[in-house]
């Protein structure tokens, strides 16, 4: 019986200590609109607006305050930044090998702009659609009406986009 009791709590530690499960991506829209939107949630709605569109199935289940992450492993990860109950960043992120080409094969992949911009998209291809970007500290940068479209890149193709209100 002492044995039992014994498993039975080495178990209950394992799971306490264990780090939570990733929350899945959330399914939306799959259109990322320069300046505007990433997957239906956009810069300015209230954030309880955007966790209608994303689910409450990221990190801010108990309260909307911050960052609201929701990731597959650390192999990608969405998330939208609060300040004063509104979105005020939003991101996608994926992990990439030396030479830019995504570690995650997930639906977010298939997540573009009008024209044709997703994550693994080449620099090339970015600047070709985009002929206005511009250099920044964290990538190419598209800035227009008081926002920024940041395209970070890595191995030469895009690793992530973030789109904020212009600092």
């Known amino acids: ?14 799971l306490v200590l264990a780090p939570p499960a990733a929350a899945a991506l959330p399914a939306g829209s799959k259109v990322i609109v320069p300046g505007k939107s990433i997957g239906g949630v956009k810069i300015g709605m209230p954030a309880e607006d955007a966790l209608k569109i994303w689910g409450r199935g990221g990190s801010c289940d108990e309260g909307i305050r911050g960052t609201c992450r929701y990731a597959d492993s650390f192999e990608a990860a ?10 005020s960043l939003i991101a996608i992120r994926v992990a990439t090998d030396d030479r830019g080409t995504p570690r995650f094969k997930g639906t977010i992949l298939r997540w573009k702009t009008a024209k044709g911009i997703r994550i693994g998209s080449s620099q090339r291809s970015l600047v070709k659609a985009y002929p206005k970007v511009k250099g920044s500290p964290s990538g ?3 800035v227009a009406s008081g926002r ?13 986009i973030v789109i904020e209100r212009n600092p």
């Open 1 to 14: 019986m002492i044995r039992r009791s014994h498993l039975l709590l080495s178990v209950l530690g394992i």
């Open 78 to 87: 969405l998330q939208f930044d609060v300040v004063d109950g509104k979105v």
């Open 140 to 142: 190419v940068a598209l």
């Open 148 to 160: 920024r479209t940041t395209f970070a890149s890595s191995g030469g193709r895009v690793s992530e």
